[in-house]
């Protein structure tokens, strides 16, 4: 494939031990893919199979014209221009992180070295490091040190960046800290990530496609906000399921705190980010936080009312309850309801509705 083409594919079959893996995956060639899924369903696995590390007789990819595996060939790990960024950072404790970074450059030969070299600052200065750059990594927070390790990674100038659960050992507070940074770098810069995660709000955060993994396959790839509002996805009754929608500010109400996004459909009342009109935010609106209505109801606290359509309803993980995924203008949503109030209001698909928001919060 050239390095104009915008979607890669891999497919990797076969058997590791007792668990099978059977992969047929497209995803972009820029931006983050999430590869989601329940411990156990292969995410490591897959990524392993990218690294070369797990060796499938039958596997298929090609990175900027570069075969890493296919019938005839199985590049070495060593060969392939990734960068692995694991759940500890495990960075060198006897050099300085100045010295860290420096040892992925090693490997490359000598033009890609001073390329490497010149991206150094760029890197430093988009994972905010440049003040530790003498420190040991035993004088680092487990949230510095992982952004060291990322910062190792890319600095190797990697044709794919391969992240398993990179905050997973960090607490709270680190993982807050750490976002920013990782928001940063896919946003400027064009190495396709692949990014293991079980959480659904780092999806939300820094996705722009989502795999969804189970038992060794892929359900489902796609763009994020209509892949998680698939009703037919096991996610949507995850505890934090909702859809990721980006939107931009477009006005703010300084005397009540609060502004609106818009985004393709309409526009929500958000708490006010502190951030400029014009500023993109992706907002996050939990299929919890949604109910569905015949008519606009003006005396209610709810800001947020969406003129929308039914567009389907699924059964829910209980008889109780039903999942219901609306159109508002071309953007979709989910709400999570009773089977009981669907019943009641006459839902099907096609039926004009009103969504009404309780609360929608800005992904950060
Ligand atoms: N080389 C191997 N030999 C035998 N079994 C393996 C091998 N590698 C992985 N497995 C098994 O494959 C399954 C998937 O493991 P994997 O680590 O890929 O899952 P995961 O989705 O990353 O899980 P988690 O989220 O808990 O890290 C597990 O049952 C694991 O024990």
């Not at 156990?40 to 590390?53: D, I, M, N, V, Y």
């Not at 994020?224 to 859809?243: Q, Y």
């Not at 919890?288 to 009312?305: G, K, P």
């Not at 008889?319 to 089977?339: M, S």
């Amino acid at each position: 494939m050239s390095a104009r083409d915008d979607t890669l594919s891999a497919r990797f079959k076969g058997a590791l031990g007792s668990f099978r893996l059977d992969v047929d995956l497209t995803f972009p060639a820029n931006g983050i893919t999430a590869l989601f899924g329940p411990s156990g369903c292969g995410k490591t696995s897959l990524l392993r199979c990218f690294a070369g590390l797990n060796r499938l007789d039958d596997g298929d990819f090609s990175i900027e014209g570069e075969v890493w595996q296919d019938g005839k060939t199985f590049l070495p790990s060593h060969k392939r221009a990734i960068g692995y960024v694991f759940q500890q950072a495990n960075l060198f404790p006897h050099l300085s992180v100045s010295d860290n970074l420096a040892f992925g450059l090693k490997r490359l030969a000598r033009g890609e070295r001073e390329a490497a070299a010149r991206r150094f600052d760029e890197l430093v200065s988009l994972l905010g490091i440049g003040h530790l750059l003498d420190r040991a990594p035993r004088k680092l927070s487990g949230g510095e040190r992982q952004r060291v390790a990322i910062g190792r990674a890319l600095l190797t100038a990697p044709k794919l960046l391969l992240m398993d659960e990179p905050l997973s050992a960090l607490d709270f507070e680190a993982k807050r800290e750490i976002l920013p940074y990782l928001e940063s770098l896919r946003k400027n810069l064009s190495v396709p990530v692949l990014y293991v995660t079980h959480a659904p709000n780092e999806v939300a955060r820094l996705a722009d496609h989502i795999a969804v993994i189970e038992n060794g396959c892929v359900l489902a790839s796609g763009p994020l906000t209509e892949t998680l509002a698939r009703l037919d996805l096991p996610i949507r009754w995850e505890e934090g399921a909702g859809v990721a929608i980006d939107a931009e500010v477009a006005e703010i109400d300084a005397q009540w705190h609060l502004a609106r996004v818009a985004f393709p459909g309409g526009s929500l009342w958000v708490r006010d980010p502190k951030k400029p009109v014009g500023t993109n935010v992706r907002v996050m609106v939990l299929a919890r936080d949604v109910s569905l209505a015949l008519e606009a109801s003006e005396n209610v606290s709810i800001v947020n009312h969406l003129p929308a359509t039914v567009l389907e309803i699924a059964d829910g993980d209980h008889p109780a309850v039903v999942a219901v995924k609306v159109d508002v203008g071309g953007t979709p949503l989910i709400a999570r309801l009773t089977a009981r109030s669907a019943a009641l209001l006459g839902l099907e698909p096609g039926k004009p509705v009103f969504a009404q928001i309780k609360s929608v919060a800005i992904v950060e």
